[in-house]
């Protein structure tokens, strides 16, 4: 009996098991339910920044400011901002400044109607033994941090308000620096802080790190830590991140939601990935369709937590063997090929129609997502279906309920393909439909109030 028994109980757990790994291996079909009448709140939209890398150090946006402007940014990140452009020269002892070259880009994103978001970076020539390592003189460095501000926040120079001054670029990379040690990050961001606090006749501005290759809790809670024990300013948290595994930007919300619990201030600071695509590395992606699905499907799953997050990058470099597309992250090709439009730009011009009045959308998937907003009198639905393997096709049945009675014509968008409508006489507040979702494909609903 007593075998028996336990036989019986490990075959139940077994089956249990079983159960358990097969729900994990199913896909959740998407059951959509979008309800009109309950507007939740404004709109976050924290995909229209955007980044610019060290492709060249002779400028890189002055060719782009035409087709910026139509993404509409919010601000644009530059780094690079003290190894390529000239700002400091340390002779004999002294430093000298002279801002004209950095001047130029910054010139053209305002252009776009965007505003400067400058990455404190990298090591100038002459303050120490590489652009990757601690000056030799911090003081130098204080000086350099207040006069940059002054420069671009101070009311008789610039007088640019709410610049953003983030304390380095992947320093966990560039310089293998720690939170601890001889290359300790904190006393860069201490000294960074303290230079800018310095600066005076100033506009608003926010300064704040660490800029990381990942979201690294070690890192985040020892600049917290650090921050509160110095009374240091530190207005915003700051990380990259590159992944095919789009809820890998959810994952970061909730890490960092988990952490607040311990750490109340840092629900009020504002979370920023300051780079972000799908891989740090070149990848043909880039220059195709997927990109921009993985761009919508990750736009989905940050946007209830993330308060800003820069696309990596606007524009590409130059290929050494003088390809036009060569995988690399610009939304946009080098202007040696024409400044080329990517599918990541268009989904960016999407993604702006997107309506400022944010609807209730239910019934997600394990591949199809969604978001849902009102525009005006219209009713936008957006969903997108990312698979990374390019396989998984699914028809989804969408309802939208508490429409008012009356006649709509019902849009229906596929980016970059067809584009239908019908008109339809909505009477019980309902219509039900349903959407052939091909994989990596995105479409676009719009019901409009005839």
């Known amino acids: ?162 610049v953003y001054y983030e304390v380095w670029n992947e320093p966990d990379l560039f310089g293998s620096f720690k939170t601890y040690g001889k290359k300790n990050y904190l006393d860069m961001y201490r000294q960074s802080v303290l230079g800018a606090s310095e600066a005076t006749n100033v506009n608003q501005f926010k300064i704040g790190g660490p800029a990381t290759t990942g979201l690294y809790k070690n890192w985040i809670t020892d600049l917290l830590e650090f921050t509160k024990e110095e009374n240091l300013r530190l207005d915003f948290i700051s990380w990259h991140r590159y992944s095919l595994r789009v809820e890998d930007f959810n994952d970061d919300i909730k890490t960092l939601n988990k952490l607040a619990k311990k750490y109340p201030k840092l629900a009020l600071k504002e979370k920023l990935i300051t780079e972000w695509g799908f891989d740090p590395e070149n990848h043909p992606g880039y220059d195709t369709h997927f990109g921009a699905i993985h761009m919508l499907a990750s736009v989905i799953e940050m946007i209830d937590g993330i308060h800003k997050a820069f696309v990596f990058e606007i524009k590409d470099g130059k290929d050494p063997e003088g390809k036009t597309f060569w995988g690399r992250w610009g939304l946009l090709t080098h202007e040696d090929s024409g400044l080329q439009i990517k599918p990541r730009f268009s989904m960016m011009k999407w993604l702006n129609g997107l309506g400022d009045k944010r609807l209730e959308l239910v019934g997600e998937g394990s591949f199809v997502k969604g978001i849902a907003a009102k525009d005006g009198v219209n009713i936008q639905i957006y969903l997108v279906n990312y698979d990374p393997k390019d396989s998984h096709f699914e028809a989804v049945p969408v309802v939208v309920k508490n429409l008012l009675p009356g006649e709509y014509q019902v849009v229906k968008e596929v980016f970059e393909g067809n584009k239908s409508q019908s008109q339809v006489s909505i009477t019980n507040g309902t219509w039900i439909g349903q959407v052939v979702m091909e994989p990596n494909k995105a479409v676009r609903l719009t019901f409009k109030p005839i």
């Open 1 to 162: 009996m007593i075998i028996l028994l336990v036989g019986l109980y490990f075959g139940l757990d077994l089956n249990t098991k079983v159960v358990q790994l097969v729900s994990r291996a199913t896909p959740k079909k998407a059951e959509i339910i979008v309800d009109v009448s309950k507007d939740l709140y404004t709109m976050p939209k924290p995909f229209n920044n955007l980044a610019q890398g060290g492709e060249e150090n002779d400028g890189m946006l002055a060719e782009t400011v035409n087709l910026v402007s139509e993404l509409s940014p919010n601000y644009i990140r530059l780094d690079h901002i003290y190894d390529f452009y000239n700002v400091v020269k340390k002779e004999n002892g002294q430093l000298s400044f002279d801002f004209s070259k950095l001047d130029k880009e910054v010139e053209a994103i305002l252009l776009t109607k965007a505003k400067p978001f400058l990455a404190l970076s990298y090591m100038p020539p002459g303050f120490g033994s590489g652009t990757v390592d601690p000056p030799d003189n911090w003081n130098d460095w204080r000086i350099l941090v207040k006069k940059t501000v002054e420069h671009y926040s101070g009311k008789n120079n610039k007088n640019i308000d709410n």
